[in-house]
């Protein structure tokens, strides 16, 4: 478990997590409540990638729904505009808080670190300093503007991604499917930004990407684990991930976004059929 993994970390390495950074995969609301709580008793910050869950949310047993990013459970959360998300502003993102704090921060990060706000501001309105190392991360007012468009057709989106998973998930019940793979629980509150099927036969995973990639149909692994890649791989003593690596070796994202017609998809339930009897 996480409370395991921080008592481990703590006592092998010595020191305290500062921040961490729960995913909420493919558009799957990570556990926030449950992290919160380990937040409270261990000390550390939350940040939610949210890149890939806008409008996603978790329900409780009363009915009462937590959106991801709202940072109802953590400190803040970002959320990417690339152009495959849910919402694409061509690139960018935007980093959510509740927190007057760290909103403050962000915004005078995003500028060179430069502030208006001191205690000059009545006297000289012109005057503005710099009190730290920024960068330049401005949304232009055109992106924002395509942004916005995109907010307001979010919940259609998510519909649309809806059914497909629906349909996705009734195909993959029939016997050609059966025991082959696995497809991901149809949860209520998912915003299905990637549909992950997992190879139980780990060795078919990259035969099913080619004979579909032949057939005109792309597919992608998410995600190669990051102490894989060279640049982390020398930040890492040998580290021991034996989750990461079985669902490395066994996932493939097949189509899904809101503009895959029906006629399309069917076609990649067959050919999947057609690879696997
Ligand atoms: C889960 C997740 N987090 C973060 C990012 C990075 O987003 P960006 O490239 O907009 O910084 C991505 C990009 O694909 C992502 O999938």
């Not at 020191?15 to 493919?26: C, D, H, K, Q």
């Not at 990639?213 to 021991?240: C, L, M, S």
């Amino acid at each position: 478990s996480l409370e395991e993994r921080l008592i481990h970390a703590k006592k092998k390495y010595n020191f305290n997590i500062g921040v961490i950074s729960p995913v909420s995969l493919a558009g799957k609301p990570a556990p926030l409540a449950k992290i919160n709580e380990l937040a409270k008793k261990y000390d550390f910050l939350v940040v939610e990638d949210a890149s890939h869950s806008p409008g996603a949310y978790l329900e409780s047993d009363n009915g009462q729904k937590t959106y991801s990013a709202s940072c109802e459970w953590t400190d803040a959360a970002t959320v990417s505009f690339h152009p495959v998300k849910h919402i694409c502003c061509g690139e960018g993102g935007v980093v959510l808080t509740n927190s007057s704090e760290l909103s403050k921060r962000a915004e005078r990060l995003r500028s060179h670190g430069i502030t208006r706000d001191t205690d000059q501001s009545e006297k000289r309105p012109w005057y503005y300093e710099q009190v730290e190392l920024g960068w330049n991360f401005r949304l232009t007012d055109i992106q924002a503007a395509l942004g916005i468009e995109q907010v307001k057709r979010l919940g259609s989106s998510i519909q649309k991604r809806h059914s497909i998973a629906q349909k996705y998930d009734s195909a993959f019940a029939e016997s050609e499917f059966c025991g082959k793979i696995d497809c991901p629980p149809l949860l209520e509150g998912h915003a299905w930004h990637l549909y992950v099927i997992r190879f139980r036969q780990s060795a078919l995973r990259d035969q099913a990407y080619h004979f579909l990639k032949e057939r005109g149909i792309t597919t992608q692994v998410h995600y190669i684990p990051i102490y894989r890649h060279p640049y982390h791989a020398g930040h890492h003593k040998g580290g021991n991930f034996p989750g990461a690596e079985a669902y490395f070796s066994s996932c493939l994202s097949i189509p899904m976004h809101p503009a895959l017609t029906t006629t399309e998809q069917e076609e990649v339930i067959k050919v999947l059929g057609d690879f696997l009897r």
